[in-house]
Protein backbone atom coordinates (compact mmCIF):
# COMPACT_ATOMS: atom_id res chain seq x y z
CA UNK A 1 0.00 0.00 0.00
CA UNK A 2 3.22 2.18 0.48
CA UNK A 3 3.74 2.78 -3.24
CA UNK A 4 -0.11 3.57 -4.21
CA UNK A 5 0.22 6.33 -1.59
CA UNK A 6 3.06 7.79 -2.81
CA UNK A 7 1.33 7.28 -5.93
CA UNK A 8 -1.63 9.75 -4.41
CA UNK A 9 0.79 11.82 -3.40
CA UNK A 10 2.18 12.20 -6.64
CA UNK A 11 -0.92 13.02 -8.09
CA UNK A 12 -1.69 15.70 -5.90
CA UNK A 13 1.60 17.62 -6.20
CA UNK A 14 1.14 16.78 -10.36
CA UNK A 15 -2.73 18.35 -9.88
CA UNK A 16 -1.12 21.57 -7.20
CA UNK A 17 1.64 21.98 -10.38
CA UNK A 18 -1.44 22.28 -12.91
CA UNK A 19 -3.36 24.87 -10.86
CA UNK A 20 -0.27 27.30 -9.93
CA UNK A 21 1.22 26.39 -13.45
CA UNK A 22 -1.58 26.64 -15.42
CA UNK A 23 -2.11 30.27 -13.75
CA UNK A 24 1.82 31.35 -15.06
CA UNK A 25 0.92 29.74 -17.93
CA UNK A 26 -2.17 31.88 -18.24
CA UNK A 27 -0.87 35.14 -17.50
CA UNK A 28 2.16 34.93 -18.96
CA UNK A 29 0.50 34.00 -22.11
CA UNK A 30 -1.77 36.89 -22.29
CA UNK A 31 0.84 39.33 -22.22
CA UNK A 32 3.03 37.24 -24.61
CA UNK A 33 -0.32 36.47 -26.94
CA UNK A 34 -0.10 33.00 -26.74
CA UNK A 35 -3.16 31.36 -28.22
CA UNK A 36 -2.90 28.37 -26.19
CA UNK A 37 -4.04 29.89 -22.78
CA UNK A 38 -7.27 30.88 -24.99
CA UNK A 39 -8.34 26.99 -25.10
CA UNK A 40 -12.13 27.04 -23.32
CA UNK A 41 -11.36 23.08 -22.10
CA UNK A 42 -8.04 23.95 -20.49
CA UNK A 43 -9.16 27.31 -19.03
CA UNK A 44 -12.81 25.85 -17.25
CA UNK A 45 -10.89 22.64 -16.20
CA UNK A 46 -8.04 24.70 -14.35
CA UNK A 47 -10.80 27.26 -13.10
CA UNK A 48 -12.93 23.78 -12.32
CA UNK A 49 -9.76 22.65 -10.11
CA UNK A 50 -9.15 25.58 -8.01
CA UNK A 51 -12.51 26.13 -7.12
CA UNK A 52 -13.07 22.67 -6.44
CA UNK A 53 -10.24 23.26 -3.75
CA UNK A 54 -11.26 26.64 -2.64
CA UNK A 55 -14.88 25.28 -1.98
CA UNK A 56 -13.71 22.01 -0.47
CA UNK A 57 -11.68 24.66 2.20
CA UNK A 58 -14.48 26.61 2.50
CA UNK A 59 -17.19 23.45 3.50
CA UNK A 60 -14.13 22.57 5.98
CA UNK A 61 -13.47 19.16 3.84
CA UNK A 62 -10.28 17.35 3.46
CA UNK A 63 -9.29 17.04 0.30
CA UNK A 64 -10.04 13.09 -0.65
CA UNK A 65 -6.69 12.68 -2.01
CA UNK A 66 -5.06 13.52 1.13
CA UNK A 67 -7.23 10.79 2.64
CA UNK A 68 -6.74 8.25 0.28
CA UNK A 69 -3.12 8.71 0.90
CA UNK A 70 -3.22 8.72 4.72
CA UNK A 71 -5.55 5.42 4.61
CA UNK A 72 -2.74 4.13 2.18
CA UNK A 73 -0.27 4.59 3.97
CA UNK A 74 -1.92 3.55 7.14
CA UNK A 75 0.25 4.22 10.49
CA UNK A 76 3.81 4.27 8.21
CA UNK A 77 5.71 6.83 9.41
CA UNK A 78 8.66 5.68 6.78
CA UNK A 79 8.44 7.24 3.62
CA UNK A 80 10.84 7.38 0.32
CA UNK A 81 12.66 10.10 -0.74
CA UNK A 82 10.67 11.07 -3.12
CA UNK A 83 7.40 11.22 -1.60
CA UNK A 84 9.32 12.94 1.44
CA UNK A 85 10.26 15.78 -0.83
CA UNK A 86 6.71 16.31 -2.48
CA UNK A 87 5.17 15.99 1.04
CA UNK A 88 7.81 19.04 2.14
CA UNK A 89 6.88 21.19 -0.78
CA UNK A 90 2.86 20.57 -0.61
CA UNK A 91 2.13 20.79 2.80
CA UNK A 92 2.31 23.12 5.37
CA UNK A 93 1.57 23.37 8.73
CA UNK A 94 -0.49 26.79 9.85
CA UNK A 95 -4.11 27.29 10.22
CA UNK A 96 -6.51 26.15 8.14
CA UNK A 97 -8.45 29.78 7.80
CA UNK A 98 -5.53 30.65 6.54
CA UNK A 99 -5.51 28.34 3.71
CA UNK A 100 -9.17 28.70 3.02
CA UNK A 101 -8.39 32.78 2.83
CA UNK A 102 -5.13 31.78 0.03
CA UNK A 103 -7.44 29.34 -1.73
CA UNK A 104 -10.61 32.00 -2.40
CA UNK A 105 -8.25 35.02 -3.18
CA UNK A 106 -6.61 32.53 -5.46
CA UNK A 107 -9.94 31.64 -7.03
CA UNK A 108 -11.19 34.56 -7.44
CA UNK A 109 -8.01 36.17 -9.75
CA UNK A 110 -8.87 33.52 -11.74
CA UNK A 111 -12.18 34.13 -11.80
CA UNK A 112 -11.10 38.20 -12.77
CA UNK A 113 -8.68 36.70 -15.15
CA UNK A 114 -11.00 34.37 -17.31
CA UNK A 115 -13.29 37.94 -17.46
CA UNK A 116 -9.77 40.02 -18.69
CA UNK A 117 -8.51 36.92 -21.08
CA UNK A 118 -11.38 35.29 -21.83
CA UNK A 119 -11.49 31.26 -23.61
CA UNK A 120 -12.35 31.18 -27.14
CA UNK A 121 -11.69 28.56 -30.23
CA UNK A 122 -8.13 28.25 -30.68
CA UNK A 123 -7.79 29.78 -34.21
CA UNK A 124 -10.21 32.80 -33.77
CA UNK A 125 -8.38 35.78 -33.29
CA UNK A 126 -9.68 39.12 -32.01
CA UNK A 127 -10.63 41.67 -33.87
CA UNK A 128 -7.46 43.77 -32.15
CA UNK A 129 -5.06 41.37 -32.84
CA UNK A 130 -5.70 40.69 -36.71
CA UNK A 131 -4.17 42.86 -39.09
CA UNK A 132 -5.65 45.69 -40.78
CA UNK A 133 -6.94 44.78 -44.19
CA UNK A 134 -6.18 46.95 -47.16
CA UNK A 135 -8.63 48.14 -49.30
CA UNK A 136 -8.74 48.24 -52.94
CA UNK A 137 -7.99 51.98 -53.00
CA UNK A 138 -4.61 51.13 -51.41
Not at 70 to 94: C, E, M, P, S
Not at 107 to 134: N, Q
Request: with cysteine; net charge positive; hydrophobic share 55%.
Amino acid sequence: MHGLADAVLLLHALIVAFILGGALYIWIGAWRDWPGIRSPMFRYVHLGAMLFVAAEAVLGKVCPLTVWENAFRGKQTQTGFIAHWVRQIIYYDLPAWVFTLVYVLFAGVLIVTLMLVPPRKIGVRSRMARPPTRSISD
